[in-house]
């Protein structure tokens, strides 16, 4: 069917699902390969479009269906190159950035408040979630809409195995992933997701341990 492998035979040859699943707060055994079972549901069906996908979610989140986590650990000068959000950072001092990292709330209406469909206030509570970090009150009632829930419902439910994978096949979909996935255009992934191409060596290097795995 236009590609598409058993999801068993892909998740024995998908080495980082078999290396991070074990983190899973889950029961189910096998949660790769539920993972990709769930995808191919979803229309995401070629090897490629499974890799790029499982490449983007081990990068992310580790797999793992989690809020985005603290920046205090972060260098400033990292933070400040950051696509999606460094540019909101520009007009701080170093110290002044070294201490609003260290309160999550203040740091994320910072980077997020005003934009993305979240008023000034909303920046944390609609912050990344899921195995792709899905970010922003606007994605977050789109999403929700698809589901018949709230925006407050799918933020939470990204929170959850279902609702994380759940969360990933939506925005993979809403935003023509698979294409790109096709063509192994990692450069416009990574662009269409984080809005920069930070993190594109990890991404490429997933993407391509995959591929070796699946043409063993």
Excluded: H
């Amino acid at each position: 069917e236009g590609g598409r492998l058993a999801a068993g035979a892909l998740y024995d040859k998908f080495p980082s699902i078999k290396k991070t699943v074990t983190g899973l707060p889950t029961k189910i055994t096998g949660a790769g390969k539920m993972a990709i079972d769930f995808a191919q549901s979803r229309g995401i069906l070629t090897p490629d479009q499974l890799d790029a996908l499982m490449a983007v979610a081990t990068g992310e989140s580790g797999f793992k269906p989690r809020s985005e986590s603290s920046y205090s650990n972060t260098s400033n000068k990292r933070l400040r190159n950051l696509p999606g959000f460094g540019s909101r950072l520009q007009d701080l001092s170093d110290d002044q950035l070294t201490e609003l990292k260290k309160n999550d709330e203040a740091f994320f209406n910072k980077v997020y408040g005003g934009r993305l469909g979240n008023e000034a206030n909303e920046g944390y509570k609609y912050r990344g979630r899921g195995i792709v970090q899905l970010t922003g009150k606007d994605n977050y009632t789109k999403f929700g809409k698809s589901l018949g829930k709230t925006a407050d419902e799918a933020a939470a439910y990204c929170e959850t195995l279902d609702g994380a994978l759940e969360s990933a096949c939506w925005f993979w979909s809403t935003n023509g992933l698979n294409a790109l996935a096709d063509n192994q255009d990692n450069v416009g992934l990574t662009k269409r997701i984080n809005g920069g191409t930070i993190g594109l060596d990890d991404r490429t290097n997933r993407f391509n341990n995959n591929l070796i795995a699946l043409s063993q």
